[in-house]
């Protein structure tokens, strides 16, 4: 696997490395050394799937509060997505930024999404599916959004949503000391 730093201190895009011969291909996805290695949050206790029936599906942006703060990786194993994440550390010199990164099944890319990030995405294809490793147990209390049209992010999106859920069209925006 190859780490890319992005350019929000501890999230990284993380690319197999495929190795082809006439059956198709082999690629590890995880290596909990390789992860450690680089001082990333790698205890997976939950894995989640999301299937996307419409191109322009809109998910996000969701995290948990602690002490359930919550570091994912995600990765989309059909279709393809506009993956988003958003720095919310407090104290952080990247806070209030954001990062997006086109992940899809082809191009077999993950985003390490540390704790503290909100993360979202929306689709590019009919029919994506994105499977998340996530470091914390589910907690209802804990979970939080920020709309994903905040006008302080500026986030550029690739194209507006044509699905989203009830639930993200009403999550807040940031306050001005968020």
Same mark, same amino acid.
């Given at each position: !696997? ?11 895009? +993380?690319?197999?490395?495929? %190795? ?7 690629? *590890? ?23 996307? &029936?419409?191109?322009?599906?809109? *998910? ?5 509060? @602690? ?25 952080? @010199? ?14 077999? *890319? !993950?985003?390490? +999404? ?15 599916? +994105?499977?998340?490793? %996530?470091? &914390? ?5 804990? &979970? ?11 986030? &550029?999106?690739? !194209?507006?949503?044509?699905? !989203? ?14």
């Amino acid at each position: !696997m190859r780490f890319l730093e992005t350019k929000l201190r501890g999230a990284f895009v +993380v690319e197999v490395e495929r %190795i082809d011969d006439e059956r198709g291909f082999f690629a *590890r996805t995880f290596s909990r050394d390789e992860f450690a290695a680089r001082g990333l949050k790698a205890d997976f206790v939950q894995c989640s799937v999301s299937y996307n &029936a419409l191109q322009g599906t809109l *998910r996000g942006l969701h995290y948990q509060t @602690p002490p359930h703060a919550e570091a994912k990786l995600v990765r989309c194993v059909r279709g393809a997505i506009h993956d988003v994440i958003v720095d919310l550390r407090s104290g952080s @010199p990247t806070r209030r930024q954001w990062f997006g990164v086109e992940l899809t099944a082809d191009n077999g *890319r !993950m985003l390490y +999404v540390p704790e503290g990030f909100a993360h979202g995405f929306v689709t590019l294809a009919d029919g994506s599916e +994105v499977y998340y490793q %996530i470091t &914390a147990y589910y907690q209802a209390e804990s &979970a939080r959004g920020v709309r994903w049209d905040d006008p302080s992010l500026d986030i &550029a999106w690739p !194209m507006p949503p044509v699905a !989203m859920s009830e639930r993200d069209r009403r999550l807040p925006l940031l306050d001005a000391d968020a």
